[in-house]
């Protein structure tokens, strides 16, 4: 199993700036993708970045050049960061951090708030 905590989620204005963080803990060394998503009220949620084990990245067009994540490794952890700026209101969501596993398991955070006031 793997475990992944985020945090970071707050209000902000229009124009500003965020970091998520996510922390996974347990089977780390199985996975291979990690990811952010999101979900607004009402609507599906949706893959916002990605990163691979070797590195490679992955935007939604409607984050490029805005959005950037990253990870940190441990031996016991890795950290998984979503660096947000220009934030726009649409932006507004339930933001979840994602684990895929070598086999197909995938693992979800309990997800945190990103709120963005115009």
């Known amino acids: 199993q793997v475990q992944l905590v985020e945090s970071g989620g707050r209000l902000v204005q229009a124009g500003g700036s965020l970091r998520l963080s996510c922390e996974a803990t347990g089977r780390i060394f199985s996975m291979y993708v990690m990811g952010w998503y999101r979900q607004a009220p009402g609507k599906q949620r949706e893959l916002v970045a990605s990163?691979?084990?070797?590195?490679?990245?992955?935007?939604a067009d409607s984050v490029k050049g805005r959005f950037t994540i990253s990870k940190d490794n441990t031996n016991t952890k890795d950290t998984l960061y979503l660096q947000m700026n220009s934030l726009k209101p649409e932006d507004t969501a339930v933001y979840y951090c994602?684990?895929?596993?070598?086999?197909?398991?995938?693992?979800w955070g309990q997800g945190t708030q990103v709120t963005v006031s115009s």
């Open positions: 994602s684990a895929h596993l070598y086999g197909g398991l995938q693992y």
């Open positions: 990163i691979r084990v070797e590195g490679t990245t992955d935007y």
